[in-house]
């Protein structure tokens, strides 16, 4: 069994910037793909980053140019640097595989508004 442990969550003012992490631990490989979604209630999850063990990454259209997903597999731990936050990107944010597995984290609420 494969568990998250999101933090890093806060409230901010639109234009700030906050780094999410995720301590990833169980059976996991190295070659699986890291990704970060995010829910707002009453909406689905949705996808907002993604990054193979080779680094490459995928952004949903919403974020791209402000949010920045890394991985340190050693650390078996992803991050998610998101910058020029919206009130749209009010969520709370979850780490997972891609596709994601059956389990999932907490998760960690990001709250942007003035």
């Known amino acids: 069994q494969v568990q998250f442990v999101e933090s890093g969550g806060g409230s901010v003012q639109p234009g700030g910037s906050l780094r999410l992490s995720c301590v990833v631990s169980?059976?996991?490989?190295?070659?699986?793909?890291w990704a970060w979604y995010r829910q707002v209630p009453g909406n689905q999850r949705e996808l907002v980053a993604s990054?193979?063990?080779?680094?490459?990454?995928n952004y949903a259209d919403s974020v791209k140019g402000r949010f920045t997903i890394s991985r340190d597999n050693a650390k078996k731990t992803a991050f998610l640097q998101m910058n020029s936050l919206k009130f749209e990107d009010t969520a709370v944010y979850y780490c997972?595989?891609?596709?994601?597995?059956?389990?999932w984290g907490q998760g960690t609420q990001v709250t942007v508004s003035s």
């Open positions: 997972n595989l891609k596709p994601p597995g059956e389990y």
């Open positions: 169980g059976s996991i490989s190295r070659f699986d793909i």
């Open positions: 990054i193979t063990s080779r680094t490459i990454t």
